[in-house]
């Protein structure tokens, strides 16, 4: 079974605070994603890597930045956390190719910054 | 602006009953619609999918039924029964570059309530 965890199911930080969300995915997958999930908008894409070190931006990649220095690991930094950032945050991983197409995600960490 | 409409935004059906969920693109140049089912506390995980070459895709009580002209694709859930009460998300798949990448856009999702 492919597994992606994350490392906290909730999490409270201050507004102002440097936060580290991280993921572990064990089916040595090439891509990794990370998405903010919020009511009415569905997933929305902040950072994808398709290979250790690479990274491209998604489409709301402000007040965020990734590092993946593993295959299996790819985090998201919130430089300087701010109260519009509480929301769920999603990481998926996938395997490179038209072909095979699933993202599987891991479970959410939702984040509350006061 | 988003490129994927989803709705409706929530949906009660009785046990038995069919419940229907759609969207709509602009997009040309997506080529794979996937549909992802989230149940409280936990990721989403793919249910179903189709590729524009093909009107319909039916797996168990699932089935995606897809019009191309239209560019609209729907979720129907035959006999719908409690167990399938989650969220449901539709996504439309887009070539970021050639090689491995594809890029999902998905929808705002529907939250699917099956009453017994």
């Known amino acids: 079974d492919v597994k992606v965890t994350q490392s906290s199911r909730y999490l409270v930080k201050r507004t102002g605070e440097k936060v580290f969300l991280e993921c572990v995915q064990d089916m040595d997958h090439e891509n990794m994603f990370w998405y903010r999930q919020d009511p009415g908008l569905g997933l929305r894409l902040i950072y994808f890597?398709?290979?250790?070190?690479?990274?491209e931006k998604g489409d709301i990649p402000e007040g965020y930045s990734v590092s993946r220095e593993k295959k299996e690991r790819f985090s998201l930094i919130l430089e300087s956390a701010s109260t519009n950032q509480t929301s769920m945050y999603l990481c998926?991983?996938?395997?490179?190719?038209?072909?095979?197409?699933?993202?599987?995600f891991g479970p959410g960490t939702r984040l509350t910054v006061l | 602006q988003q490129q994927v409409k989803q709705s409706p935004q929530s949906l009660i059906v009785q046990k038995g009953g069919i419940s229907i969920i759609n969207c709509a693109y602009e997009n040309t140049a997506f080529d794979y619609f996937p549909w992802y089912q989230q149940f409280p506390g936990k990721g989403p995980a793919l249910l179903i999918a189709i590729r524009p070459d093909v009107s319909e895709k039916k797996e168990g009580r699932f089935t995606i039924s897809f019009n191309k002209s239209a560019k609209q694709f729907s979720l129907h859930i035959m006999d719908s029964q409690p167990g399938d009460s989650a969220t449901y998300f539709c996504a439309a798949r887009k070539r970021v570059f050639s090689g491995g990448y594809n890029k999902l856009i998905f929808g705002a999702g529907t939250r699917l309530a099956v009453h017994p």
């Open positions: 890597s398709y290979d250790v070190k690479m990274k």
């Open positions: 998926a991983s996938s395997l490179p190719g038209q072909g095979r197409n699933e993202q599987f």
